[in-house]
């Protein structure tokens, strides 16, 4: 197991940010792209929900970008509000979630894993 692997990886400068999309591209495994602020309430709300989704669902590569620290790449993905999570393949964008909504962000990661193995 990678040591990325069962974790929410936070990529704190654009350097790793474009490594970890990098990686993501060549795995071609979906990423769910996490951007979150500290002052936001919702997004504090969700994080350990998301870190246990990160443990157990080891085929999804999960991200977390501050908006505050990157607000370039904040902007280069059409975050408005946050949380916002953006679901990537192979460097596309193929979903998005915007809200601290557990269940959908269950539902789409469930979604995009199916077609992904129904695609191989």
């Known amino acids: 197991m990678a040591a990325e692997e069962g974790q929410v990886i936070s ?4 350097e790793q ?8 591209n060549e795995s071609k495994k979906l990423m769910v792209v996490d951007f ?5 309430g919702p997004c ?8 246990e989704m990160a443990r157990k669902i080891t085929d999804v590569i999960f991200l977390k970008v501050d908006v505050d620290e990157l607000k370039t790449v904040a902007h280069e993905w059409g975050v408005e509000a946050m ?5 990537v393949k192979e460097g596309k ?3 998005k979630v915007v809200g601290a909504k557990k269940d ?3 539902q789409k990661i469930n ?8 695609a191989a």
């Open 111 to 118: 979604l995009h894993l199916t077609s992904a193995v129904a």
């Open 83 to 87: 949380p916002t999570f953006v679901f």
């Open 104 to 106: 959908e962000l269950q």
């Open 44 to 51: 504090r709300f969700i994080a350990p929900i998301l870190a």
């Open 93 to 95: 964008t193929v979903d």
């Open 11 to 14: 990529c704190h400068t654009i």
């Open 17 to 24: 940010w474009n490594e970890q999309l990098q990686k993501g």
């Open 36 to 40: 979150t602020a500290s002052w936001c």
